[in-house]
Nanobody, 114 residues
Framework: QVQLVESGGDLVQPGESLRLRCSAS????????MAWYRQATGKARELVAT??????TTYADSLKDRFTISRDNAATVYLQMNSLKPEDTAVYYC?????????WGKGTLVTVSS
């Protein structure tokens, strides 16, 4: 079993930056790829970025110029978000895959508003 806890969500103004953190616990040695997703109110959950154990990354095309995913060990992954826009307002979720299943965190709310 793997537990994921996101943190760092906040209310920020347009143009500001924010760094989200996802901390894993439990069977962290089994974790492979990790990712960030987001879901705005009334919209489907969408993939933001992924990162492998060797730090190979992929991004949603619309976000790759402003968002950066990083990983400092098997248990912690970050999402650096720059030049935030009101349309970035969403609950941001962490997801982790093992060889047999995947896990979700409960999310952290990011609100971008003036």
């Amino acid at each position: 079993q793997v537990q994921l806890v996101e943190s760092g969500g906040d209310l920020v103004q347009p143009g500001e930056s924010l760094r989200l953190r996802c901390s894993a616990s439990g069977s962290i040695s089994s974790i492979n790829v990790m990712a960030w997703y987001r879901q705005a109110t009334g919209k489907a959950r969408e993939l933001v970025a992924t990162i492998t154990p060797s730090s190979i990354t992929t991004y949603a095309d619309s976000l790759k110029d402003r968002f950066t995913i990083s990983r400092d060990n098997a248990a912690t992954v970050y999402l650096q978000m720059n030049s935030l826009k009101p349309e970035d307002t969403a609950v941001y979720y962490c997801r982790a895959w093992t060889q047999v299943t995947n896990y979700w965190g409960k999310g952290t709310l990011v609100t971008v508003s003036s």
